[in-house]
């Protein structure tokens, strides 16, 4: 049974372990060196610990009652996914897809009705899956400018 609850300043060490893990066993094989240093201190250091009291949206999945535990971690602000990152664990187990749908739905409930992601190149396709398609932006080659109208799940 996993459960969804908003991310908390305790969740900092843990979401840095899951996003850190992530980089260096996921995305590093799509990026050189050089590009996982900057994400690294981007994603890590940077934004991600300090949006907190912020408006932007931060979710963890954990399981069964075990609050502390962190299997994925999404963050969106406005209509724009930010974060999304299984844990190297559990990849492959459905967590991603079902996060997703998670953010869009509060994506959805601030008045949205698409969604855009800069899509690492490692999760271009996962996106794909999840009916996001392409679109030409003007930021660095890193990233794949994706999104997606979103329609309400009965
Ligand atoms: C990208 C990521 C979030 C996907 O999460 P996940 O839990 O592994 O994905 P899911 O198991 O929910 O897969 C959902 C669907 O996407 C597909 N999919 C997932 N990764 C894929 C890949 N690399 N290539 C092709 N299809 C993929 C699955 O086959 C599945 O298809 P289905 O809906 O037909 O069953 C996860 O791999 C991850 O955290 N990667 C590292 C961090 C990262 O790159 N995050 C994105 C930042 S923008």
């Known amino acids: 049974m996993l459960n969804y609850r908003e991310v908390n300043e305790d969740d900092f060490p843990l979401l840095e372990n899951l996003i850190g893990r992530c980089l260096d066993e996921v995305c590093q094989k799509f990026y050189d060196d050089k590009q996982v240093e900057l ?14 009291n912020e408006s932007r949206h931060q979710y ?25 990152y299984v ?22 409930d601030l008045g ?11 999760a271009k396709e996962f996106y794909k899956s999840q009916g996001y398609v392409e679109y030409e932006g003007k930021e660095a ?14």
Not at 39 to 52: C, M, P
Not at 62 to 83: C, E, G, L, M
Request: aromatic share 12%; hydrophobic share 35%.
């Open 39 to 52: 994400l690294t201190l981007d994603k890590v250091y940077g934004e991600a610990f300090q949006e907190i």
């Open 60 to 84: 963890v999945l954990y399981p069964n009652d075990d609050k502390k535990d962190i299997q994925a971690y999404v963050t969106f602000y406005r209509n724009s996914i930010w974060h999304l």
């Open 87 to 108: 844990s190297p664990d559990h990849i492959g187990e459905g967590l991603g897809k079902k996060l997703l749908s998670f953010a869009e739905e509060g994506i959805m």
């Open 112 to 122: 949205y009705h698409f969604a855009k992601v800069n899509s690492s190149l490692n």
């Open 141 to 154: 080659k890193s990233t794949i400018h994706m999104f997606k109208h979103l329609t309400k799940s009965k």
